[in-house]
């Protein structure tokens, strides 16, 4: 007779009337060695009993569209660590952390690692990828690196991490991944939203060009989505939270090393949650489509940094009031990748002249190359996404996506609840709209400045948002049907 059959006809047999358990104690106390073997065999098996049969085989398959697995099934595991150590300037006004949540569905896992960095690069995400992948055996597209963006941290402004604080993280991480999968324990989600706006539309348009400024006519995405999973005790596991604002709000008036508005929040969510007894457990940010979007007010310091945390951090309190339990159902994953067409290079005529003058300019040297080679120039832009169960979808992106990508993504997204996450496994450029790419060299800083000023030395052609929007629409459509 299989273990887990004989257990359950023990369990059957000897399950004692609650009145019986004094005795049952009592003779515990007398066990041996031997006796306790026996009793720990006893009681896994009859937890292995207790997982319904044909569950375990709808968990094999993992991919198995529309079950509705009992929420038991469902594991996660979370875990944080400090990673200040990889500061590239002395000062430090808050700890920059890495958290993970890994999330268990039958025979599939997936990790949720965010860290208060400025950007992770594509070469090295691929680094940190392979070494939690190494570290935990979790396929690597079911692993999401994402970068909060703060800009107190190396990863932005020509800011680096040293070799050696590369190597480093790239292990921690690691570490951190493996720690959280060791600590995966029955859970249940929960999703939810709430109203949230600490930050602006940064593009303000002034007689035909586009400034850096506040704009309060701009698209913002406002609101916070928020996942928690908890423990069958009710206990707090882990809540991812997301916003979209760059953390920007310390920047520029303080140079030391810190999260930005992501770590206050956090700090100020465990203190809100406290009273209530709720504050154990990992909070972790990640960042949705702030492209466009700048945190407010920007340079403005630690004292405003600290108060858009805690707008922020009130924001996520007032979600986790109203979070639903979901189904957990399968894990599954869809990526594309779209070659995005940019736009025309200047003609050969004038890059030659421009050449002529400066024959050190890269930029021209590059476009001359495009012009030369007849051929439209174009980019690659992947798009991933992660469904978990009938009705939660991760779409991540490496670009700074404008925050309409999001609404638009909100729109047409068939699941219910849909989370759109950017610097996710690398960063891109900036992904601005039709309407920003036809203002060509007016279009501000990351429609025109950005493009122009690296490679690709063009930015992306108008026709790109439309492709974008077909792209998400294929997707998602294919990752809810099963496909
Ligand atoms: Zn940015």
Known sequence: MPLHRFARHLTARYRLPAGEWKDVMKSIRSFNACHYIAAAV????????????????????????????????????????????????????ADLYARAMVLEQGPRRMAIVTADMGTFSYAYSDVLVDAIHKATGIEKQYILTCASQTHNAPGVDGRQMSATSKTW????????????????????????????QIGYNRRLLRNGQVHMAPNPEGAVVPWVDVLSAYDEEGKRIGTMFSHAAHPVIVHGSVDATGPDFPGYAIEHLRKLLAPKGEADGIFMFTQACCGNINGYPLRGGI???????????????????????????????????LSLPLQDPPSLKECQEVLAREPDNVRYQELLRMAQSGKPPELLFPMHAIAIGDDVCILTFKGEMFAEYQLFAEKVSPFKHTFVLIHVNGIGPYVATEKAYALGNRGGYE?????TSRPPYMPFHRDSEKMIHDGIVQLLGALKRGE
């Not at 924001?315 to 994953?333: F, N, Q």
Request: net charge positive; aromatic share 4%; hydrophobic share 45%.
């Open 42 to 93: 006893l009681v896994a098996g009859y937890f292995w009993a207790s997982v319904p049969v044909g569950l375990e085989s709808s968990a094999a398959g993992g991919e198995a569209a529309g079950s509705k697995p009992r929420a038991g099934q469902l594991k996660c595991g979370a875990a944080e660590t400090v990673i200040t150590r990889v500061k590239d300037r002395p000062e430090v006004y």
């Open 303 to 337: 004292a405003a940094c600290d108060a858009a945390g805690l707008s922020l951090a009130h924001s996520v309190t007032e979600a986790l009031d109203k979070e639903h339990e979901i189904s957990p159902g399968a894990v599954r994953s869809r990526s594309m990748t």
């Open 169 to 196: 993280l790239a292990g921690e991480m690691a570490r951190l991944v493996k720690r959280a999968s060791e600590n995966v324990r029955p859970a249940t989600l929960r999703v939810s939203r709430a109203p949230a």
């Open 447 to 451: 429609a025109w400045g950005f493009m």
